[in-house]
Structures are given as C-alpha cells and as structure tokens.
C-alpha cells in the first residue's frame, strides 16, 4: 500500500509540473524579480528554460535575476542563449545595472565581444555614423534614468540626490530632443533596417520623454513609421496615451499609471471603453492589462475601475485647477 501511495504522488507531482507552461514560469520569474526574490526568480526562469530558451527577452531577463542573485553561470549561460537567439541591444546591455557584477568577471569580456561580431555581420549595410549616435543617446537617455532608479529604490533615500538627478536628467533631455529632431526633421523616422532595432528604438525614447508640443509634432511622423515597418506599434500606443492624457483626453491603451497622492495605491488614468482595452492592446502587442499592473503590484478590475473612473477624474481635475 504504501509502495502504491509513493507512485500515486509521483505521477500527481509530475502531472503538476507539465501542468505548468513555459509562459507561467516566465510570468512567476518576473513576479519574483519584481519582489526582489532574485533565487526564486532564476528557479522560475530555469524550469521554463528546461521547455524552451528561444525568447531573447525572455533569456536576457532571466540572466539579470542570476546576476542579482550571484549565479554568474546562469547568468553568462542564459546571455549566451540570448544572443544565439537574436539579443541585439548592445548599448542596454553596457549599462544595465542588474549586470554589473558580471563586469569584472572575464566572461564579461566574451560576452561583449560575441554580441559585438553578430551585431557587425547584422549592421553589414548599417548606416554606421548615424546608428553610433542613436547608440550614444539611447546611453545618455537610459543611463541616467537607470542611476536615478537605483538611488531613487535605496531605502530612506536622500531627496536632495533624487532632485539633483532629477534636473540633470532635464538637461541631457532637452540635448537628446534637439540632436533626435534634428535627424527627424532631415531622415525622417528612420527604420531599424538603416540603424538596427536599439537605435530606432532610441526615437522614440526621446520624444516620448520631450513636452507635449513636440510629441504632437512627431506623432503623425511615428505613426507613418509603424505603417511602414519603421516603428513598433506598442511603443506608439504609449505616445498616443501620453498625448492624449496631455490634451484632456482619455487614454486608449491604459498605459499610463500612477500612485494616488493620498493612497499611494496605483491607479490607470483615465481611459476610454475600459470593456475592450485588452483587445485594442492585443492589436499593438502589449499585454493584457492585468498582466500589465502586475509591475505596480496592482490588478485589474474592469467594473471596479468604471465605478472609480469618476472620482479619479474629479482627483485629477482638482490637481489640475491648482497647477
């Protein structure tokens, strides 16, 4: 009997283990990283990677929860995977700050250098000058914001370093916006088959952070650049719900979320048809929306929300009227 007891819980533990898919070990590894629960994270990311390891995002992920967590094998293995599987971003990778313990190690010199010689063989036809200065901007862009995370996540952390950060990233904005317009205003939206997909991804960065008169300037230029290949189509969801909030108008995508002022509980601002979102963002390629809210500790709940959209108008209103 308990020969047959022993059996019946093996088979139930392995119908449970290839009950769980490759997307919901990836989706708890996420949840794991963003609670800082790095060792739970990299056994998450090592069960789906045992199904499958052809998502370059998905690797490359799964490498920074193994760096934070000191797995430097995993980490260099799963970056490995990465760039075999088509990981291109050269310019993230050199700053990431969930990596920079790998960056004494001699492994990290590798890595560079076979992330280097693919992207030479992929940027063959490249226009080299004009991609090296996206790559120099995305770096000023994204480096700063990621130092002032880092400071910005440090318990009690010290507010004068926060505002100082702050307006340092003003300054690099506003030379960022006038060298992106600059091109824009001569090329046009270049596509990622001219500077590879991190530089024209750079773009959209930039406007995306610029005020609200040139995001208007430039949002019928990126959204002929989606028809035609040249743009992606979530990263224009998210300037056209920054726009629209901007002009008074109710956001399409709920990209756009916030922390009450009182509650601090995160909040959607307002959006318009809260009933089809998930379907309007399936047609950009964003996520559903409570997979979304996850990275706000929040969930979604479409009728609680159509309850609160009231008050979280009158709240917004009331914020803009003492502006």
Same mark, same amino acid.
């Given at each position: 009997?308990?020969?047959?007891?022993?059996?019946?819980?093996?088979?139930?533990?392995?119908?449970?283990?290839?009950?769980?898919?490759?997307?919901?070990?990836?989706?708890? +590894? $996420?949840?794991?990283?963003?609670? /800082?629960?790095?060792? !739970?994270?990299?056994?998450?990311? %090592?069960?789906?990677? =045992?199904?499958?390891?052809?998502?370059?995002?998905?690797?490359?992920?799964?490498?920074?929860?193994?760096?934070?967590?000191?797995?430097?094998?995993?980490?260099?293995?799963?970056?490995?995977?990465?760039?075999?599987?088509?990981?291109?971003?050269?310019?993230?990778?050199?700053?990431?700050?969930?990596?920079?313990?790998?960056?004494?190690?001699?492994?990290?010199?590798?890595?560079?250098?076979?992330?280097?010689?693919?992207?030479?063989?992929?940027?063959?036809?490249?226009?080299?000058?004009?991609?090296?200065?996206?790559?120099?901007?995305?770096?000023?862009?994204?480096?700063?914001? +990621? $130092?002032?995370?880092?400071?910005? /996540?440090?318990?009690? !952390?010290?507010?004068?370093?926060? %505002?100082?950060?702050? =307006?340092?990233?003003?300054?690099?904005?506003?030379?960022?916006?006038?060298?992106?317009?600059?091109?824009?205003?001569?090329?046009?939206?270049?596509?990622?088959?001219?500077?590879?997909?991190?530089?024209?991804?750079?773009?959209?960065?930039?406007?995306?952070?610029?005020?609200?008169?040139?995001?208007?300037?430039?949002?019928?230029?990126?959204?002929?650049?989606?028809?035609?290949?040249?743009?992606?189509?979530?990263?224009?969801?998210?300037?056209?719900?920054?726009?629209?909030?901007?002009?008074?108008?109710?956001?399409?995508?709920?990209?756009?979320?916030?922390?009450?002022?009182?509650?601090?509980?995160?909040?959607?601002?307002?959006?318009?048809?809260?009933?089809?979102?998930?379907?309007?963002?399936?047609?950009?390629?964003?996520?559903?929306?409570?997979?979304?809210?996850?990275?706000?500790?929040?969930?979604?709940?479409?009728?609680?929300?159509?309850?609160?959209?009231?008050?979280?108008?009158?709240?917004?209103?009331?914020?803009?009227?003492?502006?």
């Amino acid at each position: 009997m308990k020969k047959l007891i022993a059996i019946f819980f093996i088979t139930m533990n392995i119908g449970l283990m290839q009950s769980q898919t490759y997307k919901e070990f990836v989706a708890k +590894g $996420d949840d794991s990283y963003k609670a /800082k629960d790095y060792k !739970a994270s990299v056994g998450y990311y %090592d069960k789906a990677f =045992k199904m499958e390891h052809k998502s370059a995002t998905d690797l490359y992920n799964g490498a920074c929860a193994a760096a934070l967590n000191n797995d430097d094998e995993k980490a260099f293995k799963w970056l490995d995977l990465a760039i075999d599987n088509g990981y291109e971003d050269i310019a993230h990778i050199k700053i990431d700050n969930d990596l920079e313990s790998l960056h004494s190690k001699k492994e990290w010199t590798k890595t560079i250098d076979k992330l280097q010689k693919q992207m030479d063989i992929l940027s063959a036809n490249y226009d080299k000058p004009l991609q090296k200065e996206l790559l120099d901007i995305y770096a000023e862009d994204q480096g700063i914001r +990621g $130092d002032y995370m880092k400071i910005y /996540k440090t318990p009690n !952390a010290d507010k004068k370093k926060i %505002d100082s950060i702050g =307006k340092l990233i003003g300054k690099k904005d506003s030379i960022n916006l006038i060298r992106v317009m600059k091109i824009l205003d001569e090329r046009g939206w270049v596509g990622k088959d001219v500077v590879g997909s991190q530089a024209n991804q750079t773009l959209f960065y930039v406007i995306q952070h610029s005020d609200l008169k040139y995001q208007q300037k430039y949002l019928p230029m990126m959204r002929d650049a989606v028809k035609k290949g040249n743009a992606k189509a979530g990263s224009l969801a998210l300037l056209e719900d920054r726009v629209a909030l901007r002009e008074g108008k109710k956001q399409i995508y709920g990209s756009q979320v916030s922390n009450h002022p009182t509650t601090k509980i995160p909040f959607v601002f307002p959006l318009e048809d809260p009933d089809n979102v998930d379907k309007r963002r399936a047609s950009v390629g964003l996520g559903t929306m409570s997979d979304y809210l996850k990275y706000w500790n929040a969930t979604w709940d479409v009728e609680a929300y159509k309850k609160e959209l009231p008050e979280i108008e009158k709240l917004l209103n009331q914020k803009k009227n003492k502006e």
